[in-house]
């Protein structure tokens, strides 16, 4: 519903535009911001006089041009402020500060420990948080806030973990209001796919993409005209019973027979590896052995060896199908892939699946590009932090309308 | 990009933005629309008089309460502005004429010429329009222009029809630029399952949902927090190849053996039907003669016909797999289904579709509806019109920002 626009809170709005101007193009001076925020030359000089003295922008070194009058560089104050990410997948816990300047500061990568119910993994969490602000040496009191994203599905209204089918001891678990009580932060939830997709965004010149997550499981989320899209409930993303392969054998696991995630997910994955004697079968209840053991098969891959290549090629083609009713669906002109396995798997993937999917389109797609996360994998961490950031500094046009 | 807000167009702006209220929720006073737009009374008071003036907005009776002052309802008037709406579905074609209240004045449904091209398609309706007009006995300068919608692929921003694979005849023809020389009428294109939706979000009380288009072919289109999702190239919903049935028949058919379009569209339904000896095999060149099997088919279904009760059946058991994956996927709340085949199936398949859904979703959906489309088989036509009207009259958040 549109409402009518008045002034009140322009200030303030204004305010964020031209942080986030700067925020995402360093380097402009006060006459570009003038220029690309469409405001007029004293309010934004008040503006970034304000910005200056709370220390979160900061002037470089003047250039001398020729003819002209010199102008200022102005740059985000990475100093300024900062939020602490964390990814939980299954099998790997990720926990980073970023800074206002989009710096991841500190990281840490731990494997998940597999005894751990919620309340020990609040606590390690917020020992891990503590110690990370401390090594970096950031004043605690500029940490906006701390973002965590996670499988779902989630109550993100809430802030509640429901059932996420790979954290069995995981059931309505109120994560947001324990990691604030255990931090002292405000806390952000988020599910794992929509974070990725929002680091992304703020990484890559591109805004409109399909994300592609591949970790413990396989998930996805969608960009478009620079809106991340969440669902109605916030759990968009399930793509792992999306039939891919009609022919496929029988893993006699429990996804769905000939589906994405009995096609790429680490458990089906070692399933297969197992079946064709390349390794033994690991403790499927056992999400790091499951994840050490697909290691070894994309190890055994990037070392020749055929049947192990076969596995992972096979993968690719089936990841394709699904990607191509994804695009064929939302008409997205680029899929992004990333998460805790892609790193593993990209060697074998990336070669074959622009092309697999290129022929499972309906419209013919020219400019359609298949590419890596330029994130890494820690995107979804780094997209936990940034939507702390942007909660606390970003625009939002919601905020020109009274009510 | 954001940018600043400075006041220069804002009252253009505020005019739509009291003019949409008064669309939206007919009926409102002055005093409620000062509250329900958030603009001052002195200029809900001017911007009401410039709409009445112009004959978009009229008064009702005045209320008398027993208490208080009296209020003046304000609705749109109907005779205000008018748009054509067309669909071009290669087996049916629909002409209307909707008002800016939202009431179609008039409906013309013809049987698409199978031997027309391009040319002989544009004389058809611009001769039809002017009939519509003329036996509406509406003004031409109040209507504001034409919208139609056709199968994809389209190139939206050129006006282009690229090549639909159901229109062996249309390839890269200038359709926009053609009907308007031929109606002198300004004309907007769009893609058939993007106008329903646009229909659909206009009438329903529902802002999430996915609307599952069923014609000649089968298509998909999906509105997120009152917005229509349109695609990169606006050319999104191609759901035809996703894969809905691993064990599916081969029908000797050019579609994807298993996929969705194989399992609902009439083409393969009467394929299916000649198979079973219910009915002929028609020429599968001519979709009117499909349309026409199609019919006969869901007419024995109905007379009870158990072998084409048990065709229809399984095509909606089909066709909850498929929107199965797209549920499962965006997180929507809510799918709606219509389009031109939808009225001749839906008493088969709105019975099961729910359950049949239900049963294949990942996370579980207490709140999920499967529902018929509420606009009726003339949904993509009317969407058309109202594309058309918004064009014109809605308020665009974006005429905030210069540029």
Redesign the interface.
């Known amino acids: 519903?549109?409402?009518?626009?008045?002034l009140p809170r322009?200030a303030d709005?204004?305010q964020?535009?031209?942080l986030?101007?700067i925020r995402?193009d360093p380097g402009q001076s006060r006459a570009d911001l003038q220029r690309?925020?469409?405001?007029?030359s004293q309010?934004v000089s008040n503006i970034t006089r304000r910005l200056i003295d709370a220390e979160l922008v900061s002037e470089g070194e003047r250039s001398d041009p020729a003819r002209g009058r010199p102008s200022i560089p102005l740059v985000v104050n990475g100093g300024g402020a900062f939020a602490v990410g964390v990814h939980m997948d299954p099998a790997r816990l990720t926990v980073l500060l970023l800074d206002v300047a989009g710096e991841v500061r500190q990281l840490r990568q731990l494997r998940t420990p597999q005894a751990a119910g919620p309340s020990e993994m609040t606590a390690l969490l917020a020992v891990t948080t503590g110690r990370l602000i401390r090594e970096a040496g950031v004043d605690r009191d500029r940490v906006l806030g701390l973002g965590i994203a996670v499988p779902?599905?989630l109550d993100v209204r809430t802030g509640v973990v429901l059932d996420p089918?790979q954290l069995p001891k995981w059931r309505d678990v109120r994560l947001r209001a324990d990691l604030h009580d255990a931090t002292g932060m405000p806390v952000l939830l988020d599910k794992d796919v929509t974070a990725a997709a929002v680091a992304e965004l703020r990484t890559s010149a591109f805004a409109?993409f399909l994300f592609v997550y591949l970790g413990s499981g396989v998930g996805?989320s969608v960009v478009?005209q620079?809106q991340v899209?969440?669902?109605?409930?916030?759990?968009?993303?399930?793509?792992?019973?999306?039939?891919?392969d009609?022919?496929?054998e029988d893993l006699g696991w429990s996804g769905r027979?000939?589906g994405l995630a009995a096609a790429c997910v680490p458990e089906a994955l070692v399933i297969q590896a197992a079946e064709a004697r390349l390794l033994p079968l690991p403790n499927l209840t056992d999400y790091l052995a499951i994840d050490d053991a697909c290691t070894a098969l994309c190890e055994l891959a990037a070392a020749g060896e055929v049947a192990a290549s076969a596995i992972l090629c096979r993968a690719a083609r089936r990841v394709a199908?699904g990607i191509?009713?994804?695009v064929?669906?939302?008409?997205?002109?680029r899929v992004v892939l990333g998460g805790p396995t892609w790193n593993r798997l990209s060697a074998t993937f990336l070669p074959v699946l622009e092309e697999a999917v290129r022929s499972?389109l309906?419209?013919s797609?020219e400019a359609l590009r298949v590419v890596g996360s330029s994130v890494g994998e820690h995107t979804a961490a780094q997209g936990a932090a940034e939507l702390v950031l942007d909660h606390f500094l970003a625009?939002r046009?919601s905020v020109?309308?009274?009510?």
Chains 1, 2 share one sequence.
């Open positions: 519903m549109f409402r009518g626009s008045n322009l709005y204004n964020a535009v031209v986030d101007l995402r690309t925020s469409g405001l007029a309010t779902g599905p089918p409109d996805a478009t620079g899209l969440r669902g109605a409930s916030n759990n968009i993303g399930e793509i792992g019973d999306i039939l891919v009609a022919a496929a027979r000939g199908v191509g009713v994804l064929n669906f939302l008409d997205v002109p499972e309906v419209v797609r625009p046009a020109l309308v009274m009510g």
